[in-house]
Nanobody
């Protein structure tokens, strides 16, 4: 059984920053590819960033240079540091995981374990 619990969302002005956290439990954390995804109203869920067991990262073009994904294996926690936020970053943000050490894609369909989400709202 896998449990993922996100926190850290909120409302921020454009240009501001937020850090999201995802507490993971119920499995061997270091053996899973993990990622952040988001879904805005009326849009499909999209990949934001992934990190694999070795620390290799992948980002969506829309967030490169602004967002940083990281993890603390000792705390079983995944993070997403979001800087220079834009109104178009407004969405529900989800933490997700998949079995296997490596992240082969940033496609949500490849991830089987999901948290409940945390809302991020960026006002312009």
């Amino acid at each position: 059984q896998v449990q993922l619990v996100e926190s850290g969302g909120g409302e921020v002005q454009a240009g501001g920053a937020l850090r999201l956290s995802c507490a993971a439990s119920g499995y061997t954390y270091s053996l899973y590819c993990m990622g952040w995804f988001r879904q805005a109203p009326g849009n499909e869920r999209e990949g934001v960033a992934t990190i694999d067991s070795g620390g290799s990262t992948r980002y969506a073009d829309s967030v490169k240079g602004r967002f940083t994904i990281s993890k603390d294996s000792a705390k079983n926690t995944l993070y997403l540091q979001m800087n220079s936020l834009k109104a178009e970053d407004t969405a529900m943000y989800y933490c997700a995981a998949r079995e296997g050490e490596y992240c082969y894609s940033i496609d949500p369909i490849d991830f089987g374990y999901w948290g409940q989400g945390t809302q991020v709202t960026v006002s312009s």
